[in-house]
C-alpha cells in the first residue's frame, strides 16, 4: 500500500506561481523506481494529465502547461513537486498526485489507467 499526501494548493492571481509537493510512503514502496504523475481535474470537467516524471527523471507534459510548468522528484524525500508559474484561470481544479503503477518504465505515462495510487488531491485556484 502506498500512500500519498498533496500539499501546497491555494489562491493565487493571475500570473502568479504556486509549488505543489506531494510526499509518498509506503512499507514496501520504493519511491525512486516509479514515475510519478500529476493529474488535475476542473468542476464538471474529466480528470486530465498535467505531467509525469519517470524513475530516471525524464519528464513528460502536456501541451497547455509545457515551459510554465515544471515536475522534479526528490528521491531522498520520497516527494515530486510541480511548480507552476504565469498561472491561468483555466489552470484552477484540484491537484492530484499518483503512483505509475510499473517500475523502471522508460517513458513517463500520461494516462490515468496506468497509475494504480492517487492522493487526496490539493486544490489550486487562479483568479483573474
Known amino acids: 500500500q502506498v500512500q500519498l499526501v498533496e500539499s501546497g494548493g491555494g489562491l493565487v492571481q493571475a500570473g502568479g506561481s504556486l509549488r505543489l509537493s506531494c510526499a509518498a510512503s509506503?512499507?514496501?514502496?520504493?519511491?525512486?523506481?516509479?514515475?510519478m504523475g500529476w493529474f488535475r481535474q476542473a468542476p464538471g470537467k474529466e480528470r486530465e494529465f498535467v505531467a509525469a516524471?519517470?524513475?530516471?527523471?525524464?519528464?513528460l507534459y502536456t501541451d497547455s502547461v509545457k515551459g510554465r510548468f515544471a515536475i522534479s522528484r526528490d528521491n531522498a524525500k520520497n516527494t515530486v513537486y510541480l511548480q507552476m508559474n504565469s498561472l491561468k484561470p483555466e489552470d484552477t481544479a484540484v491537484y492530484y498526485c499518483?503512483?505509475?503503477?510499473?517500475?523502471?518504465?522508460?517513458?513517463?505515462?500520461?494516462?490515468?489507467?496506468?497509475?494504480?495510487?492517487w492522493g487526496q488531491g490539493t486544490q489550486v485556484t487562479v483568479s483573474s
Open positions: 509506503g512499507r514496501t514502496f520504493t519511491f525512486s523506481s516509479y514515475a
Open positions: 516524471i519517470n524513475w530516471n527523471s525524464n519528464t
Open positions: 499518483a503512483t505509475e503503477s510499473t517500475r523502471y518504465r522508460t517513458v513517463p505515462a500520461a494516462l490515468i489507467g496506468q497509475y494504480n495510487y
